[in-house]
């Protein structure tokens, strides 16, 4: 499988100039759908688009979104619910303790999977950004997740025929998330017990929550086999930085790329990338480029050998192993 | 039930002066199990002792060990099975390659299990701390975790009389350890299906897995009810620092035996702290003293004002119930 | 010392609802700087405010910002000079590679110095914010310094009537900032040498960075004497979280108060926190409570012990000094 | 420069079987320095080994040591100072509040000069490890320092012929050691003022230290120019893991190797890594072929292209830089 070709994603919002909370206009002038339509068809080798609700589609923009997708050769690989862009969601979608704000969250993503049908998309993000607490007292445990429980369920009840990927992370907005590691996760589709509910995996999330991201992997594949997209970026451990892919970790990767393969994932290879200060075009191109690096090198160890030093639990074989790949060509 | 006196126990441990990488020696001269038990005495409101196996009992020492915790009228509130004192274990336990060390571990586990119900103690800590990996293609996840499983429900199986107390710590000794947060080992105890099967929440490795450890108790809680056992102590949040409590954290601390109480917890709390440079009596007795003024806070405030005050989500209403009730009495 | 009055002081910001990446309209209805000032007003015990320049005053708004402060009976204790809330700046501001844009910032400083001096105040934060890094292979490590340290001392010498007060951060919005502690602080002033050049220290800023707050003051008195200025917050060690004072450290933000006495520092005690999701005026008295908590706490204990428990090194006795400080009241 | 050939040097204690808190004795048997040589010996290109005084050389077995070095064809490269193996520096060595120990440590540290001197090696690490503090209120910032400042000067003075090499660190053994970063250890020389102290700089410690070790070189350059020595190895950001060199980070290497060129370096390439479970040779081994891996990589792109990247600014074409570097030979 390791011969077998990835398929690429971004989310278009990559080509959007990033805010912050001290710069707040952007780093760069906004720009619209097409514009960033028009970026996208220049990145080689990308396939897939991923869509924010409100920000980049709505009900009364689907046919033109689809026709301005068509145009460019792109299809919708991912449609990420709005659960985090607007003050209402400000003290939580799913765990919200205003019934009226649940209401309308569980409503805005039965909206996204109908959307996501006309577009030819069976995937809708869940990133429950928004649900979690800051402060010691603030919490209620019980009845929050409780919430988050029966919110989902309504959701994956709504049609069987579209994946809730439900995206993990530590923290951000919130300093604490509930759903906040791949095990979480897990406990949380245990509890919801429907079929078309189940994970995505964001590398830069799992290292932010020290996971392991090949770890997560199989951990995810053991518990339910339903690891439905990843998402890929990099970071320097202590914060979801969305870097380009390449940046920091190469061992890690390669490892969770190996892994990915291993359990059988065959969907999109989905960017989640902030190029606040960098060209867009060029840090998605960057982002693919290494990811093809990286299977390069992977191919060139070969399935069995990795399986071998694996089953040896000899680090300096992984390290070795490793080394050579990249000096193979020397 | 905050009202509710509380049992302090901690590790015979605590009383041996702490060794690490560098002073390899220890930071004071040994003692033996008498000198420390005689120090445990002196720790004003101490009822139960802790005591890894190996390293504090053995089959043939336990009839003396029991005669001498009778004298200074203490009792064994928890057995640690000592897997990860010796370079046996170095490569993992129940996790090793090597079904030898495997079978090895278990066997362990079981004669410990034995020696608890010898001394009067239903609760056997297993901590898997050299059960992990280090460095990229060095685990193998699936199998390892197979392996896990798989130890623990033949451990499980020896005798149901006696709980086993899994405790979750993110690393240290190895950079991974596999069962390293409450959710994990919440998925593991699923898969192990056996009732005397539970959870040791050590206040500082939820820390230092960036979970909030209130919540950690309310998760627990919440899949099984099987929170069987509590470590305390501090840390700055980066490394199991093992500090005395109240070194770092108040509202932290203050939510967390709250949750305890939430959740019934009736057992003993255990200290696990390592007073590198410090009077080990002295210690342990400001630990101690911590816990009951944290004690004597929240009953200050009572119960009924905390639900309400979590039931708001108001941070500004936890800080400022925190804080009168330390200016209450100024 | 300890028994003076504080002065209090926070950043208006804290009354504009905040925004982040993900929402990025803010967590709320946007306001005047005039409903601000009101806001503020409400703070019990509240006598300065901290205004960013453009934000909250420019040269032609200046002398109606004075008639309101007025009218409210505030003064301003700082201006921050807006180097990193525009897109002009997200390369840097006097690390900038563009010569322009580094003679903009000196510009910028220059003027909100004379601003200051219009509005009473004789202190202008420098946060370099966006001067670092976010990849490797990206920083000129060499000539990027020189220009900060150029660009710093050209603002130095244009008025010596007004502080420079640099405010180190480890990171955000960069990945990683030039300015980033306490010590490198010190090092870039022995280079500008000029007299009005000192450190801002954001307690949170310090936390983030791995440092412990109270020793940073005594690194600052020690190395020139210039601290000019104190943010106050609270965080969870990984991000620099602005969370209101007392949520998170006890012990630590006492010792920071403590040094703070110790090294004569008589000047405001700035508010930096972001209340996203608080009442801001709740927020900010909360925080100037816990304050004044603190610095009883402080003052039941007395200078003389304190002096005498840090001589005596032994933790045990700072516990319960800590400890006794609350408890006395019980 | 990129082209001159590295020298390759090794904690002689790399060979003898690692110990930690938990496992006291080792992850294997302890070993002769004999037989660490032996092994040493069979490190392709290793060609100098840094002792620990009393650990592997004393006063009475400087001879037989360096008969021994001779016999395997290996000079000493790095006299480490014992400052912190033995209880004894249990509360701190420069910084201890015993006036008798701080004249001990000042006293070994001239002995261990003059062994260098004896064992033809002109560079002594100065590793404070024990001078730090573990809770609030318990340094005592402004004396411990001054305590510092006067014993590395007492030192420096004993002979000029010796370089000392103040080796900071972030955290462990104590949970803060004083002489914690780049910036503070330059701010200590500052103090001392006397031109045969300098830095030593280990990759590992700078980043957990958040520092980019790359820019932590430019900083001392600038600063005095007294890089004295580096030591290699690689972690996971949080604790100082010393894993083999190249197991996490490739980008951030490669730009620490490039600027160690470029401010002149030219001294050992000191690996401190503790293989606990790892055989040690091949540790080794790896840790000396990924440095030559990553130095070839350098060599391939070239000076003069790296530099022209640097000064564009541009991550895009750092991250393509290094990615070309890989698939050159592909």
């Not at 993503?109 to 429950?128: A, N, P, R, S, T």
């Not at 988050?148 to 923290?171: G, P």
Request: hydrophobic fraction near 40%; glycine fraction near 8%.
């Amino acid at each position: 499988m390791i011969e077998k070709e990835l398929k690429f994603g971004t989310c278009v919002g990559v080509f959007t100039p990033g805010s912050d909370r001290y710069c707040r206009s952007g780093y760069g002038p906004p720009r619209t759908l097409d514009e960033m339509l028009e970026m996208a068809s220049q990145v080689e080798g990308l396939g897939g688009l991923e869509l924010v609700s409100n920000w980049h589609v709505k009900e009364d923009t689907v046919a033109q979104v689809k026709k301005d997708l068509e145009k460019h050769g792109l299809e919708v690989c991912l449609l990420i619910a709005d659960l985090w862009t607007r003050a209402r969601w400000g003290k939580g979608s799913f765990a919200s303790r205003d019934k009226g704000v649940r209401e309308e969250a569980v409503q805005e993503v039965k909206k996204v999977m109908d959307l996501g049908v006309e577009l030819g998309c069976d995937k809708v993000d869940l990133w429950l950004g928004q649900d979690g607490f800051d402060y010691s007292f603030q919490g209620d445990y019980s009845r929050d997740w409780d919430n988050i429980v029966e919110c989902t369920r309504q959701c994956a009840d709504h049609r069987s025929d579209v994946k809730l990927c439900i995206e993990y992370k530590l923290k951000e907005p919130r300093t604490h998330c509930y759903v906040n590691s791949a095990a979480k996760t897990l406990l949380l589709i245990n509890e919801v017990q429907k079929d078309n509910v189940g994970v995505l995996l964001d590398v830069g999330h799992a290292i932010v929550a020290q996971e392991n991201p090949a770890e997560a992997v199989a951990l995810i594949n053991r518990n339910g086999g339903r690891l439905f997209y990843v998402h890929l970026n990099d970071n320097y451990r202590y914060w979801d930085d969305d870097m380009m892919v390449g940046a920091v970790h190469l061992p890690l990767m390669l490892e969770f790329m190996y892994w990915l393969d291993e359990v059988g994932y065959d969907g999109y290879y989905g960017l989640d990338i902030f190029p606040y200060r960098e060209d867009a075009v060029r840090a998605a191109t960057e982002s693919i480029e290494w990811l093809k690096t990286m299977r390069k090198l992977l191919s060139r160890i070969g399935r069995d050998k990795i399986r071998e030093v694996i089953a040896s639990g000899d680090a300096t074989r992984s390290s070795r192993m490793i080394r050579e790949a990249i000096t193979a060509g020397m």
